[in-house]
T-cell receptor, first 114, second 113 residues
Framework: AQSVTQLGSHVSVSEGALVLLRCNYSSSVPPYLFWYVQYPNQGLQLLLK??????LVKGINGFEAEFKKSETSFHLTKPSAHMSDAAEYFCAVSTKAAGNKLTFGGGTRVLVKP | DAGITQSPRHKVTETGTPVTLRCHQT?????MYWYRQDPGHGLRLIHYSYGVKDTDKGEVSDGYSVSRSKTEDFLLTLESATSSQTSVYFC????????????FGPGTRLTVL
């Protein structure tokens, strides 16, 4: 079975500070990993994805994530937070063994302070 | 937005009534999904479809049924709505051949009183 754990349901950062959102996954086979962002009253938008190519993945809006197999992690970072980054972020995993279905973490809501 | 629309966008209904939510896509994607979103749970898969008349259950399918008679429409039905089905429902599509990146509709907020 596959699963995702996001550490911290809420994160508060100052504008201009580093954003770090933690995601750990569990999978018995090589995973595909995704980060999605949800702005208020909207659907989910894909930020970036890991598909077994480069372990450091760059996404939209200055975000990036690093796949670390030894730590079963896929943490999301952005060097300098902007007010527009206030949103909820979801990590998700899928595998061929699970029929390519996505399993989501519980989400992390980011608050950006001026 | 991958041409996905959901209707209605908001609905308030009473316990025991039937409810149907519609997901419509304009790009003939084969794979379609229904999720529910609840605080602390992220999104959980209810049902999915891999073609016309081809559907299967997800992890939280009890109390829900689906139908897909045309490629562009995927319907989610609550036969007898309960308060535990109050949630935000999202439809998603997946491009055939993609590594399971899914694209989401705007959501339907359902309140069951």
């Amino acid at each position: 079975a596959q699963s995702v754990t996001q550490l911290g349901s809420h994160v508060s950062v100052s504008e201009g500070a580093l954003v770090l959102l933690r995601c750990n996954y569990s999978s018995s086979v090589p995973p595909y990993l995704f980060w999605y962002v949800q702005y208020p009253n909207q659907g989910l938008q894909l930020l970036l994805k890991y598909t077994s190519a480069a372990t450091l993945v760059k996404g939209i809006n200055g975000f990036e994530a690093e796949f670390k197999k030894s730590e079963t992690s896929f943490h999301l970072t952005k060097p300098s937070a902007h007010m527009s980054d206030a949103a909820e972020y979801f990590c998700a995993v899928s595998t061929k063994a699970a029929g390519n279905k996505l399993t989501f973490g519980g989400g992390t809501r980011v608050l950006v302070k001026p | 937005d991958a041409g996905i629309t959901q209707s209605p966008r908001h609905k308030v209904t009473e316990t025991g009534t039937p409810v149907t939510l519609r997901c419509h896509q304009t790009e003939n994607h084969r794979y379609m999904y229904w999720y529910r979103q609840d605080p602390g749970h992220g999104l959980r898969l209810i049902h999915y479809s891999y073609g016309v008349k081809d559907t299967d259950k997800g992890e939280v399918s009890d109390g829900y049924s689906v139908s897909r008679s045309k490629t562009e429409d995927f319907l989610l039905t609550l036969e007898s709505a309960t308060s535990s089905q109050t949630s935000v429902y999202f439809c998603a599509i997946r491009f055939s051949g993609s590594i399971n990146e899914q694209f989401f509709g705007p959501g339907t907020r359902l309140t069951v009183l």
